[in-house]
């Protein structure tokens, strides 16, 4: 596979590739990004628009396509791309159980070859809990972690409900996670389930 675009174009691709992945992974180190096609380019054609999945930010190698125009016609090329680059990483050191909040201590820093994620790396652990088990060697990745809710599952919350100007409150149990502003459903003993909106920590407005 050979290339058989001008250097201007390839530079240009080269470009785009790299701001597409480090806009992805802020913190990635690129030493390396190849573009090849076994296409032919007519002559006078240049680059014009390039079509690249999100989905291909999660692996090192793969195809996109892109337009190359004469400004009356135009062609559309297929081509290989593969990157060759570092990315930060945090390794947890303990077994750390589901809905723990988590802190820096639990984690070491590393540096890893990007292949392939299924998920972006998490680097910022302040304010997040893990959503699942995590396993010591586990790296932190994005759907294995959230943001602590107000309110968790199983809690025991105020409600307040409104009727006029006569306020009640009473005690019900979450039945949903909820962050403020959020909707969840909570019930009372002997009562049917009702909606709620969270307004503060362990606070709900019935609706």
């Known amino acids: 596979m050979i290339n058989l675009y001008s250097f201007m174009d390839e530079d240009r691709l080269q470009n785009y590739l790299y701001k597409k992945f480090v806009t992805y992974y802020p913190s990635m180190n690129v030493e390396n990004i190849s573009v090849k096609t076994n296409s032919i380019i007519p002559n006078g054609y240049k680059l014009d628009r390039v079509f690249f999945q999100k989905n291909s930010l999660k ?32 390794v947890a050191v ?6 723990t909040p988590l802190n820096s201590s639990m984690f070491s820093l590393s540096s890893i070859k990007f292949t392939n994620f299924y998920d972006k790396p998490v680097l910022h652990v302040e304010g997040k809990e893990s959503k699942v ?16 809710p107000a309110i968790h599952r199983g809690d025991s919350v105020q409600a307040l409900a409104r009727d006029g100007g006569v306020e009640v409150s009473f005690v019900v149990k979450a039945l949903q996670d909820g962050g ?8 009372r003993d002997g009562y049917k389930v009702l909606k709620a909106k969270v307004i503060s920590n362990n606070r709900v407005l019935i609706k």
């Open 94 to 99: 303990e077994d750390i159980p589901s809905h």
């Open 133 to 148: 088990y995590i396993p010591r060697g586990k790296i932190l990745i994005s759907r294995i972690v959230r943001k602590i």
């Open 180 to 187: 403020v502003g959020e909707d969840i459903r909570v019930k």
């Open 59 to 90: 692996r090192d190698n793969g195809s996109f396509s892109a337009i190359f125009s004469d400004g009356n016609h135009e062609k559309r090329v297929y081509l290989k791309y593969h990157i060759k680059a570092t990315v930060p990483v945090l």
